[in-house]
């Protein structure tokens, strides 16, 4: 970082390389590396771009590395980066990561106070984590905000509630759900279908379990490993 640091100063490069060097290193999954980069750089007086800073967020939470996330989260707010919607929904997946849903509402707030809003991904994110808690009321109570910003719930979004009803033992809910999302025009996948097929094996409902699966088949859709190891477990 030293050296290019140095050539830079001396032939007068392109700002870019040191967003070139962040996201080489991001992809190695070399992050470390990327997290001495980025606090080498601000230590010079260089500031990489938004683009590669959320890069290395990205990078950071995918391992769970949070704590470093938030570090170099915080340290970007400080330098002046001006961080935007990809930066809120990066965090926004951290906090679900640690657990603190709860802090989300907080956060919203503050980036709203930096006029950077939640989209869809924002919130297909909190209710897929409502969804894995088990916060099922919330959930929901999610997905008719969203839908009333004007962002119309998606295949992610309703596999996301199929998912975390079945996982709770709402398997009658969770038809309901699916029944709703096809009569929107949305076409159920292998993600919609295995947790129906895994909590019909799981509560030894078998010919509801051949019944979902031959719907699967009558659909066209291609059932994968975990289908099968549901039905042979």
């Not at 997905?143 to 398997?171: D, Q, R, W």
């Amino acid at each position: 970082v030293d050296s290019l640091v140095s050539r830079y100063e001396d032939f007068g490069s392109d700002l870019r390389v040191f967003d070139l060097l962040i996201r080489t290193y991001v992809q190695a999954r070399k992050l470390r590396e990327a997290v001495e980069a980025f606090h080498v750089l601000k230590s010079r007086g260089f500031c990489v771009s938004i683009n590669a800073c959320n890069s290395l967020l990205g990078g950071l939470v995918k391992i769970e590395w949070i704590d470093w996330a938030w570090e170099v989260y915080h340290e970007i707010v400080r330098c002046g980066i001006q961080v935007n919607v990809y930066t809120l929904n990066i965090m926004v997946n951290a906090m679900c990561k640690q657990g603190k849903i709860d802090a989300v509402k907080g956060f919203l707030s503050e980036m709203e106070e930096k006029g950077i809003f939640s989209d869809s991904v924002t919130y297909n994110t909190l209710i897929n984590a409502y969804s894995r808690e088990g916060k099922l009321e919330e959930a929901f109570g999610l997905m008719n905000v969203m839908s009333a910003k004007g962002f119309k719930p998606c295949l992610l979004t309703y596999n996301c509630i199929v998912n975390g009803l079945c996982k709770n033992g709402k398997y009658g809910k969770a038809t309901q759900v699916l029944d709703e999302m096809v009569k929107i025009g949305l076409s159920p996948d292998t993600a919609t279908y295995n947790p129906l097929l895994a909590e019909c094996c799981r509560s030894g409902n078998l010919s509801e379990a051949e019944s979902v699966f031959s719907e699967m088949l009558h659909r066209g859709v291609i059932p994968d490993l975990v289908s099968y190891s549901s039905l042979i477990a």
